[in-house]
């Protein structure tokens, strides 16, 4: 992260459009300060977040499945340049499928500083489970409630207040087509990246007995790789009897990955966003 | 700490928790999403059956949901079969224009024959073939399919089509990846990711080729025009044509699942495994959007890559061509070489040669062997219309409708195109399924056409 950070205005004036400026800069990414990944239920308007804020034109899609693979774009927001990962749109994180797992890479091992869960808050409650699922995994967590006109034609109310209090992260009421609220998420993206506002992530834990172990067992990941990003959920997923983490960590394939994903994979990028365009 | 430790402590805490943890924790997951959810929204409306659902009940009813389906396919067909005719013609006649206007510019100069002959009857040739044939129904089918796809019709086909999918062993999302398949295998082969189980998506590769992707539309689209509709009434040609290419399309789906019937009792045995699929609210296409993804995304993808090995082609047929041996040129003796294999299929040898020289982009064979056909016959100047064509093909080289329907039943089943076999590759690492895509599919083409084509010399049809 550079240090010649410019001392930012206060906080009210920050998301304020006149004072931040945000620049689309399509897939110019070789040069970032920080990562941020874009996570979401197919269908939440994810890709069109993403062309809104990169400027470029992955192609949106109403169904599941037409990001099939990571596509990366860059954008600058209050002279910070960010790079953008746009996940595969997933209903859980927790299936083996291929998309799936592109996702929940990603978001353990990539180390994003930022992950933005898009929601449809047309039906927020099927989403939340995603959000739940990713609140595991990383606690730098933003929720954008997308789609906030279409709740509002279907006679919708969100209460974002309430749904952030409750989560434990910032929850920021947007509309990707129109434009609207892109520049206060970003600020609460910008916020949680520099640690303006702590999150405590809602932990769903299920039953005593249960937390006692995979209290038993963290340690000794951490033993093991050291500088791995959440050894608590790898535990949760051993402790389920997950064979794809089992396998991971077995042929060591576990700290490949932590290495591979940590690599600032610039050459990749190119690739990437071409191959999503399909 | 060795990872088999850790492994095996997580297996022994694992067996000293009480049964049904997971079920605890998933159940906690969504008793607190709804929990946080009931806070967080209010509902005012009590509409229940809003739009998006009185259209559900509609395009997936079990009576009119096939219907409508066929229906649509139908009208994006009709409308790319009316529309690409019109302007076909008015494009070859431009490009030939400027290739007659080219070749008397480079004799004007004094070049040599065989630089003019090379430039404007190979190369140049090669090229206007494939822009004249293959940009028009992409221009007008493109747009359509795209605009389908952004309203979000296509998870109601996959509805519609599940339990057909589900009884030949696949998985139901296959219909999706089907459907990419019309736009390109490759980009069918890719979306395949989106089924979980390796047996099922490894179904779904293989079998993508058996629907006509927007290179092989083209050629479907002008014999279907040229031939099947041409013995009709001038008011009725748009509609036969476009009904014999739905009809190829619809042979292509039930290879599809045969094919999957038989692959998932055979070399991937399995049943079809159960997922849930969101039917998503309907969204107002954006008109701009679509346009711009496919025109350039994939109109201009498509062609730029077929020009890339219509030039070479073009070029290779010419040589052929004008490498004299005896009162004959290497082309005819290569198609007359292959041609008891050709006729055995119902086609004939320049057909054979055309599909060779083509491998690298197979929906390119028509313009090639149309340039074969030129090259090694009587040399007429570019054909501009249908009857052109026709003539070109019945009179000067003995086609019959049996060489029209084999051609259209060969560019559907044939092996796939170099980039989607490169695709296949890269999807399932393994040389094998890359190789048995190509069996299987070129095997069945080959097996069919013979079978139509001893079928009607059995009938006395031709």
């Known amino acids: ?278 | 700490m060795e990872a088999n430790e850790i492994l095996a402590k997580a297996e022994s805490l694992r067996n000293n928790l009480s049964t049904g943890f997971r079920d605890e924790i998933v159940k906690s997951l969504y008793t607190e999403a709804e929990n946080i959810a009931k806070r967080a929204v209010k509902t005012s409306s009590d509409k229940k059956y809003d739009f998006d659902q009185r259209m559900d009940r509609l395009v997936t009813s079990p009576y009119a949901g096939l219907p409508i389906m066929l229906g649509l396919l139908g009208l994006i067909i009709w409308l790319t079969v009316s529309g690409a005719n019109v302007v076909s013609g008015w494009i070859a006649v431009v490009l030939f224009g400027i290739g007659d206007y080219g070749r008397a510019l480079f004799d004007q100069i004094g070049l040599p024959w065989w630089i003019t002959g090379f430039v404007w009857d190979g190369v140049y040739l090669g090229l206007a073939w494939v822009v004249s044939v293959m940009l028009p129904p992409m221009m007008i089918f493109f747009p359509a399919f795209t605009f389908l796809e952004d309203l979000g019709y296509l998870p109601r086909v996959a509805f519609n089509l599940d339990w057909m999918f589900k009884k030949t062993g696949a998985h139901g999302k296959q219909s999706l990846t089907m459907a990419m398949g019309f736009g390109c295998n490759a980009a069918g082969v890719i979306a395949t990711r989106v089924i979980d189980s390796p047996r099922e998506r490894l179904i779904a590769i293989l079998t993508n080729n058996f629907v006509p992707c927007n290179g092989r539309f083209p050629t479907l689209i002008m014999l279907a025009t040229v031939f099947v509709a041409a013995s009709f009434p001038p008011a009725l040609t748009s509609f036969i044509a476009a009904g014999t290419v739905v009809g190829v399309v619809l042979i292509g789906v039930g290879f599809t699942f045969l094919a999957s019937w038989i692959l998932s009792r055979t070399v991937l045995k399995g049943e079809a495994s159960a997922f849930t699929l969101e039917l998503p609210p309907y969204r107002r296409p954006n008109v701009s959007r679509i346009l711009y993804t496919s025109i350039i995304d994939r109109t201009i993808f498509v062609l730029w890559r077929a020009m890339q090995t219509a030039a070479p082609a073009g070029a290779i047929i010419w040589i052929l061509a004008n490498i004299s041996i005896g009162d004959s040129n290497l082309a005819r003796v290569i198609a007359d070489w292959l041609n008891p294999f050709g006729l055995l299929l119902g086609l004939d040898g320049v057909i054979i040669l055309a599909y060779i020289i083509a491998i690298p982009a197979n929906e390119i064979v028509v313009p090639t062997m149309m340039m074969v056909y030129m090259g090694v016959g009587m040399m007429i100047n570019g054909p501009t219309s249908n009857s052109d064509i026709f003539n070109l093909l019945v009179n000067g080289n003995g086609w019959t409708m049996l060489t029209a329907v084999n051609l259209m039943l060969f560019a559907l089943l044939h092996n796939p195109c170099a980039t989607t076999i490169m695709t296949i590759y890269r999807e399932t690492k393994s040389l094998k399924w890359a190789t048995l895509s190509v069996v299987m599919t070129l095997g069945t083409a080959i097996v069919v056409t013979f079978f139509t084509a001893s079928l009607a010399r059995f009938f006395g049809w031709v």
């Open chain 1, 1 to 278: 992260m550079s240090n010649t950070k410019i001392a930012l205005p206060t906080e009210h004036c920050e998301t304020c459009p006149a004072f931040t400026q945000l620049e689309q800069m399509g897939i110019k990414v070789g040069d970032f300060d920080r990562v941020i990944a874009l996570a979401g239920n197919p269908n939440t308007g994810k890709s069109t977040l993403f062309n809104t804020l990169t400027g470029l034109k992955q192609h949106t899609g109403n169904w599941p499945g037409k990001t099939v693979t990571r596509a990366e774009g860059g954008f600058e927001f209050n002279r910070m340049r960010y790079k953008l990962v746009d996940l595969p749109g997933t209903y859980s994180l927790l299936s083996a499928s291929q998309d799936e797992e592109v996702a929940r890479d990603f978001i353990l091992f990539g180390q994003p500083g930022c992950t933005i869960v898009v929601t449809d808050a047309t039906a927020l409650e099927r989403n939340l489970n995603l959000v739940l699922q990713v609140m595991e995994i990383t606690e730098n967590v933003v929720v954008a409630i997308n789609l906030m006109d279409e709740a509002k034609r279907k006679g919708i109310e969100v209460d974002a207040r309430s749904l952030s209090r409750d989560l434990g992260v910032p929850a920021i009421p947007i509309t990707a087509r129109a434009g609207e609220g892109i520049h206060t998420l970003l600020g609460a993206v910008a916020d949680v990246i520099e640690g303006k506002i702590i999150t405590k992530p809602l932990r769903v834990g299920g039953t005593p007995e249960f937390q006692k172990a995979v209290k038993e067992l963290v340690p000794m990941i951490e033993q093991m790789a050291p500088g791995i990003p959440n050894a608590r959920w790898l535990a949760i997923r051993l402790l389920d009897g997950d064979a794809r983490v089992q396998k991971a960590l077995s042929t060591g394939e576990l700290g490949d990955i932590v290495s591979r994903q940590q690599r600032a994979d610039v050459q990749f990028s190119g690739k990437m966003s071409v191959e999503g365009r399909q």
